[in-house]
């Protein structure tokens, strides 16, 4: 059961405008043989994993090469490695964590997994710490509400597309990685004057290890995945009274596995099967520095059937149709009260078309439909069908234009809304690109707020209306040839009915549709990449990003006056990274040191933005170095300045965190 409902004052961001340098819409050469593109769905081959290769939305990709030079613990942390994005986290790795995109929460951020939607009906969130980072092949962020690259629902704030599905090169694969994380051993304050000596075993703190096996031929081609983490999360942190102490009860033991299945066809028609398991064993603290914990055992699966047809009867129109089923089960045993189960099973399909009657345009439909189920201790036995229809249209008038107006109508037991959204794309030289886009954003309540049970705490609230609202945003992009990269937008966006929970005179939190809240913001990136004529190095990139979020909380009696800020949403964010690569004699010699930089300002969390939660500046150092062309190791040092901080209030984070860790991967040929 996810404890996000206990959150006083936990306010939903609503509204958010931006300002933001993208890259130019560009298109790269593919090559046909089949194995030459790295990509699993080519973007003139398919619409599932691509999408429409076409967005006038802000967009950021993370690719496979920055997955394996971060080295993250988990996808919280790589993703605000690259892409910048804010967090809130309860701690390390296992810990509950929840995104900031755009100043909203995770719950108003569409999760899609190979394109299909994984936010849970029962929360709204997504259980990031589920995902193992070895088994991704690329990440896609798409910020704003209304996607038409997907035509998701729920996208207030964004889309995150998880793409693991891969196809293989010819012959055979097989790759493993094994790392430990540790955190230097201290002296510290149990209670009543009483200390604790080091303990060295927080050097071992925490072991991470990923295997992957994979083969590919002209027919068929597969790959599976398996992974599995033990991590203590004892780690020294220091409280208001600047005293050294140790995080306990914080275990973590989990693992999983992945496969996916490609069988090619004719016609570029391919069948795809994929699918996922997890299983997890947490400990989960309480605040401060109490003793007491509950525990919480997590399992999930998922299973997706895919068939893409790039020619569908005809060669001006292309099909795909997916079926998928996730199953999710989490037992919770509070550190007190009583236990809980809750077992929740979702089927979701989805079709789409294009088709591409003349050169300027290109036609685009169609549907999605989801039916849940839940058990739960709780909330009993809950059912429900969703899902929605659309049209979007890819005009373009002239080379330097195109136009991208899109409608989706959304659907549920109790209600149909259309959900609008229209996009423009102005190529006014080869180097700059400028977008525009006006959208309506719209969410259903998630079934904690709907029929979660009067407790001693909480309730829930049958009559919640969808959350609601309006925003737009104005994209520059610049790049001059691949040296330079300039990225600036400015966006906006209000929210209605934004559903919080609060507490009543009888002490009890119930959601009601009281959040009203609009959000200003300018997003800016630079990339830089200096070359270098001599010597290992051959160049030099330097990253800079800042965010300026102005939001207000205009719920609660508060007014633009009051200048009441949402949430954990801090107004500047800035981001700075240098990353050195080199070569020793040849690239199966060569490796990186990338160093990052971050620093969020002041934070509230509360409503009232009486409770102030600082958030330092962390420095992160991390090393790849290749053995040979099989061999490679990595060595990160996070948080270098060991400065202690919370993310979420009241749950500190760790100091100096030390990685040390080895990869290897062998690619065989196929022999005809």
């Excluded at 959204?421 to 309506?440: P, S």
Aim: hydrophobic share 35%.
């Amino acid at each position: 059961m996810t404890l996000r409902r206990f959150k006083a004052g936990s306010l939903l961001p609503a509204c958010i405008i931006g300002l933001l340098f993208l890259f130019p819409l560009y298109s790269d050469e593919v090559d046909e043989d089949f194995f030459d593109d790295d990509m699993l769905l080519i973007e003139n081959e398919g619409i599932t994993v691509t999408g429409s290769p076409e967005t006038t939305q802000q967009m950021v990709t993370v690719t496979k090469e920055e997955i394996d030079r971060i080295q993250a613990p988990d996808l919280a942390t790589l993703l605000q490695e690259t892409a910048g994005l804010g967090f809130t986290r309860y701690g390390p790795y296992g810990n509950q964590t929840g995104i900031n995109l755009r100043g909203f929460d995770s719950e108003r951020v569409a999760f899609l997994i190979d394109g299909v939607p994984v936010n849970s009906p029962m929360s709204g969130d997504f259980e990031i710490n589920q995902l193992n980072l070895d088994a991704i092949d690329r990440i896609e962020i798409i910020y704003g509400g209304s996607d038409s690259k997907y035509n998701v629902t729920g996208a207030l704030g964004g889309v995150i597309n998880i793409i693991t599905v891969k196809k293989q090169k010819p012959g055979w694969s097989i790759g493993a990685s094994l790392s430990n994380t540790g955190y230097r051993p201290k002296e510290y304050y149990i209670r009543g004057g009483e200390t604790g000596e080091p303990e060295m075993k927080d050097l071992l703190d925490t072991q991470s290890l990923s295997f992957s096996l994979g083969h590919g031929s002209e027919i068929f081609s597969w790959r599976t995945n398996l992974f599995g983490n033990r991590a203590g999360n004892h780690y020294p942190y220091k409280d208001n009274h600047d005293r050294d102490r140790r995080k306990e009860n914080n275990e973590v033991l989990d693992g999983g596995a992945s496969t996916s299945l490609i069988w090619a066809l004719p016609d570029l028609t391919k069948v795809i099967f994929s699918g996922d398991i997890y299983y997890g064993d947490k400990n989960i603290p309480t605040g401060g520095y109490s003793f007491t914990y509950g525990t919480q055992d997590d399992f999930s699966t998922r299973q997706n059937i895919l068939l893409d047809m790039p020619r569908a009867f005809r060669d001006d129109l292309s099909t795909e149709f997916s079926l998928s089923h996730g199953w999710t089960t989490i037992w919770f045993e509070p550190a007190a009260g009583a236990s809980s189960t809750h077992d929740q099973h979702v089927i979701t399909t989805i079709n789409r078309w294009a088709w591409f009657p003349l050169s300027f345009l290109t036609v685009r439909v169609g549907g999605d439909y989801r039916y849940v189920t839940l058990d739960s201790t709780e909330m009993l036995n809950k059912d429900r069908h969703d899902g929605g229809v659309y049209l979007t249209l890819e005009y373009q008038p002239h080379t330097k234009f195109l136009i991208i107006p899109s409608i989706k109508g959304v659907f549920d037991p109790n209600s149909a809304v259309p959900v609008p959204k229209l996009g423009f794309v102005w190529y006014a030289t080869d180097d700059l690109t400028i977008k525009n886009n006006y959208f309506r954003s719209f969410k259903f309540p998630d079934f904690e707020a709907l029929y979660w049970p009067r407790d001693a705490y909480t309730q829930g609230n049958p009559d919640l209306k969808p959350e609601d609202g309006w925003g737009t945003d104005l994209i520059f992009a610049y790049r001059f040839k691949k040296w330079v990269n300039l990225e600036s937008t400015l966006f906006a966006q209000m929210t209605d009915d934004s559903i919080h929970w609060s507490a009543g005179g009888d002490g009890i939190w119930k959601p009601y549709n009281v959040g009203k809240a609009d959000f200003f913001g300018w997003d800016s990136k630079a990339g830089i990449d200096i070359p270098l004529a001599k010597g290992p190095f051959k160049k030099i990139g330097v990253n800079l990003s800042y965010q300026f979020l102005l939001s207000y909380i205009l719920s609660y009696g508060y007014t633009w006056s009051d200048e009441k800020r949402i949430p954990y949403m801090p107004m500047h964010t800035i981001g700075v990274s240098l990353d050195i690569p080199w070569e020793i004699g040849s690239a199966s010699y060569g490796g990186s040191i990338l160093i990052t930089g971050r620093h969020e300002s002041l934070r509230y969390s509360d409503t009232q933005n009486i409770t102030e939660v600082d958030f330092p500046v962390l420095i992160d150092i991390i090393i790849n170095q290749k053995l040979g062309n099989v061999f490679t190791a990595f060595a990160s040092a996070r948080n270098i300045l060991d400065i202690s901080y919370e993310s979420f209030d009241e749950y500190p984070m760790p100091g100096i965190t030390v990685t040390l860790g080895l990869r290897f991967n062998i690619e065989g040929k196929r022999h005809d």
